[in-house]
């Protein structure tokens, strides 16, 4: 299964059209091809199963919240979803984009919770190595150019020292590996595959953040 080029046709349309009058009007349209498109992220949670424990997959709206933003333009003319792993013991999340020019697929942990933050600070602080090791590992490198995607403080946090020789990681607001796909990779037959590789690629940085979020720094279980 593959995404249909009528898909990226309509959110090139929608972007250039992003009012009521005009998807009031394709709105039988958008309705078919978002049907297409739960049948493409299904298939993505299929393959996820085979090797990963998945708790739920949330689909995001097309619509926007302009109650607060300065930006009223009612629809956001992309295609994306999310998949959250099962119980407390596996943490990290999966994510996709569809969006012309925009396509990025993306893992791991956007925005922790503050005590969370501090818990992987805490290890970077005591010893950064085995997270080293999965930046450097060529199947991560290869999908993920080897580094965390983010916001990042200036310097090192507060409590922690400046000249740490793992302050790039410490300064890090959170844990992202990202993927950007060009259109002609998205609209290609392989594109399922190259999605489901890179969150197999994932694993390994899911499995150790894991671990340290469910053990205090001697390594013994919190849950």
């Known amino acids: 299964m593959q995404l ?12 250039k059209n992003n009012n009521r009058d005009w998807f009031t009007v394709h709105k039988p349209k958008y309705t078919e091809i978002q049907n297409h498109v739960k049948k493409l992220f299904a298939g993505m949670q299929g393959n996820l199963e085979k090797h ?7 689909i995001y709206r097309i619509y926007r ?13 992309r295609f994306a979803v999310s998949f959250s792993r099962l119980g407390k013991h596996l943490r990290g999340g ?10 990025l697929l993306g893992g791991g942990f956007w925005q ?15 010893d950064a190595t085995e ?4 930046l450097n590992d060529p199947i991560f490198v290869q999908h993920f150019d080897g580094k965390f995607e983010g916001e990042e403080l200036k310097s090192a946090p507060r409590g922690f020292d400046k000249e740490h020789p793992d302050v790039d990681l410490l300064r890090k607001k959170g844990f992202i590996a990202v993927r950007r796909f060009t259109d002609k990779e998205v609209l290609s037959p392989n594109f399922l595959n190259e999605i489901d590789s890179s969150f ?8 150790l953040f894991s671990d340290i979020l ?7 279980s919190l849950i």
């Open 4 to 15: 249909e080029k009528s898909a990226f046709q309509f959110l090139t349309d929608l972007s």
């Open 52 to 58: 990963d424990e998945i708790e739920k997959m949330k």
């Open 65 to 77: 919240d302009v109650r607060f933003s300065k930006d009223k333009t009612p629809y956001n003319p």
């Open 94 to 103: 999966y994510f996709l984009q569809i969006k012309p020019g925009e396509t």
């Open 112 to 126: 922790p919770e503050k005590d969370d933050l501090h818990r992987i600070r805490k290890e970077i602080e005591l």
């Open 131 to 134: 997270i080293r090791a999965i």
């Open 200 to 207: 197999k690629a994932l694993r390994p940085f899911f499995n």
């Open 214 to 220: 469910t053990t205090n720094l001697n390594g013994e």
